[in-house]
C-alpha cells in the first residue's frame, strides 16, 4: 500500500473487470453492450482463464437459454470447423480446442468496445471508505492506477475482493480443506479403431477385454504406476480425431493462494504428467503410441476464496433447485462434482446430482464493500454448491448479469447493493435470457 498511494492513474472508466477467464470476459462484453465504458486486466498474456491456459475441456453445465454462453460455444463452433476433425460418439458438441479460443476472445472483447491489457496483474487497492477508488495494476514500467465507478472480481481467487478486504470463506465447512489442483494436458496418436473415452470414475467404461477402465486405472494406482492420488485417468473428447484431453493429475494439500504452494502443486502435477502418459501407454488398447501434444500453462485450481455476499447459495438450494425472486442466472445445473480434498477420486464416492437452480443477484454482491461485484467461482456459496457452480457455462451466465448490473450501477450512480434488481431481469430478458421459464 505504501508504495500505490503516488502511483499514476492510467484512466478513468466506469466498470473495470479483473480477470479475463470464462466469467470475466463475459462480464466485461455485457457491461460494454449495456452502455459502459470498460476495462478488462488480465495477468496472463492469453485470455480465457482455465478454458485456454488450463486447457479445460469441454465446457460443462447448464443454465435456462439465450445467455451469453450460447453465443460464445456458438462462436467456438464457427471457428473450429476448419479444423475440427471430431469423431462423433454422442451428441455433445462443447468440446473446445484452448488454441483455438485463444484467438477468438480478443476480437470478441475489441467488437463489443471493451478496452483490455495482458501482462497486467492486479496487485492491490487504494480504498476510500468502503469503496475501491483505485486498482492498482502491475505494468511493464513500474505500478500503475485505474479508476473505476463499479468493478467485477473474476479472478477466480477473489483477489480483487480480498484485497480490499471483503470477508470470505476458505475450503470445505469442518476443515477449510479445498478441492485438488491438476494440470491437464492433450495427448495425440490415439488410435480411435480401439480407444476409450472416459468421464469420471463413475462411468462404467470397458476395454476389449470386458475389464472396467477404471479398476485397471485403481489397479495402478496401487501398484505405485500411478500417482497415490490418482484413481482416474479421464480422457475427454477434443475437436481432434486420434487426441484426448486428459483430467488426471491431482495434488492435494497445497496453499495454492501462497507462492510456496503454487510452486509445489506446479512442481509435483508436471512429474505426474509423464506417469499418466506412461500408464496408458502400457495398459490401454489404442494408447500405445499416444503422444504430450500440449499442457496446461497456468495450474488447475478448482477453490479457492469464496467470498461472502448478501446471499450464500447454500447445498440445500442446489439439490433441490431452489427459486429466488433476484434471480439472474436461471436453471442453472451440474452434479455437485467434488474431488477429494483429501485423497483420491470423489469425496462423496461419486458427483451427486443437483436439480436446476437459481442463482439471486445477492450472491453476486459482497459484504462491506460498496462498489463491487462478484463473477465466476469466487462468488457466494458453501463449498458443495460451490462443486456444481464453478463450472464454465453457469460462470459465463454469472458473468453477463454481473456486467450488466455494473453497467447500469456506474451509469445510473447507484451501489450495487441498492439496485432495483427487477431492473436488471428486464435487461436481461431483454438479451432473450429465459429468467422466469
Ligand atoms: C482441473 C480443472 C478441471 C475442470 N474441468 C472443467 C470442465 O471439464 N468443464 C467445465 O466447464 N469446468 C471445469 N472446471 C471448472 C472451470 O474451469 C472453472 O471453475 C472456471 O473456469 C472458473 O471461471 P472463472 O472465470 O471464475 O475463473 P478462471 O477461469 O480461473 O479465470 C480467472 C482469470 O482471472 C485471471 N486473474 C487471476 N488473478 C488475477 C490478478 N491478480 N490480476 C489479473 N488477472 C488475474 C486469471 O489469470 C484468469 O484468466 C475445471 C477446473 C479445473 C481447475
Known amino acids: 500500500m505504501l508504495f500505490s498511494q503516488n502511483i499514476e492513474i492510467l484512466e478513468t472508466v466506469d466498470v473495470l473487470v479483473a480477470g479475463g477467464g470464462p466469467a470475466g470476459i463475459c462480464a466485461a462484453v455485457s457491461a460494454a453492450r449495456a452502455g459502459a465504458r470498460v476495462v478488462l486486466i488480465e495477468r496472463f498474456g492469453i485470455l480465457g482463464g482455465m478454458l485456454t491456459c488450463g486447457h479445460v475441456n469441454p465446457i460443462l453445465g447448464s443454465v435456462s437459454a439465450g445467455t451469453i454462453a450460447d453465443e460464445l460455444l456458438q462462436l467456438f463452433k464457427a471457428s473450429r470447423s476448419a479444423t475440427d476433425t471430431r469423431i462423433t460418439r454422442n451428441g455433445r458438441e462443447n468440446e473446445i480446442d484452448p488454441e483455438v479460443v485463444k484467438s477468438i476472445l480478443g476480437p470478441f472483447l475489441k467488437q463489443s468496445g471493451v478496452d483490455y491489457y495482458l501482462h497486467c496483474p492486479l496487485v492491490d487497492v487504494i480504498m476510500d471508505g468502503r469503496s ?28 480483487l475482493s480480498f484485497l480490499s478486504g471483503a470477508p470470505y470463506w476458505i475450503g470445505r465447512e469442518p476443515d477449510g480443506r479445498c478441492q485438488p489442483t491438476t494440470l491437464e494436458f492433450t495427448i495425440s496418436h490415439v488410435d480411435e479403431t480401439k480407444a476409450i473415452f472416459c468421464f469420471g470414475g463413475s462411468d462404467p467404461v470397458k476395454l476389449e477385454s470386458g475389464e472396467e477402465y477404471r479398476k485397471v486405472c485403481q489397479r495402478a494406482q496401487a501398484a505405485g504406476e500411478l500417482p497415490a492420488n490418482v484413481s482416474i485417468v479421464r480422457l475427454h473428447k477434443t475437436p481432434h480425431a486420434g487426441e484426448r484431453s486428459v483430467n488426471a493429475t491431482q495434488a492435494n494439500n497445497h496453499d495454492v493462494l501462497s507462492l510456496g504452494g503454487i510452486r509445489d502443486a506446479e512442481l509435483e502435477l508436471r512429474q505426474q504428467i509423464g506417469l499418466c502418459i506412461e500408464f496408458l501407454r502400457t495398459n490401454i488398447p489404442g494408447y500405445e503410441h499416444c503422444l504430450l501434444k500440449s499442457s496446461a ?51 462423496e464416492g461419486q458427483s451427486k446430482m443437483a436439480r436446476p437452480y437459481d442463482i439471486p443477484y445477492r450472491c453476486l454482491v459482497p459484504l462491506d464493500i460498496d462498489n463491487l461485484l462478484l463473477a465466476g467461482r469466487c462468488m457466494s456459496g458453501t463449498h458443495r454448491a460451490h462443486a456444481s457452480y464453478r463450472v464454465m457455462t453457469i460462470c459465463m451466465a454469472m458473468g453477463q448479469a454481473a456486467g450488466i448490473a455494473a453497467a447500469v450501477c456506474s451509469l445510473a450512480d447507484i451501489r450495487p447493493r441498492d439496485l432495483d434488481v427487477s431492473l436488471l431481469q428486464q435487461k436481461l430478458t431483454g438479451c432473450s435470457i429465459d429468467l422466469f421459464g
Open 132 to 159: 475501491i477508488d483505485v486498482v492498482v495494476i502491475g505494468t511493464p514500467t513500474g505500478l500503475a492506477g485505474i479508476r473505476a465507478k463499479v468493478c467485477i472480481d473474476a479472478t477466480g481467487d477473489g483477489t
Open 297 to 347: 500453462s497456468a495450474l488447475g485450481v478448482r477453490e479457492t476464496r469464496r467470498i461472502k455476499g448478501e446471499y450464500m447459495l447454500c447445498d440445500r438450494d442446489v439439490e433441490e433447485g431452489s427459486r429466488f425472486a433476484d434471480v439472474v442466472v436461471h436453471k442453472a445445473w451440474f452434479l455437485i462434482d467434488i474431488h477429494n480434498p483429501s485423497g483420491s477420486g470423489q469425496a
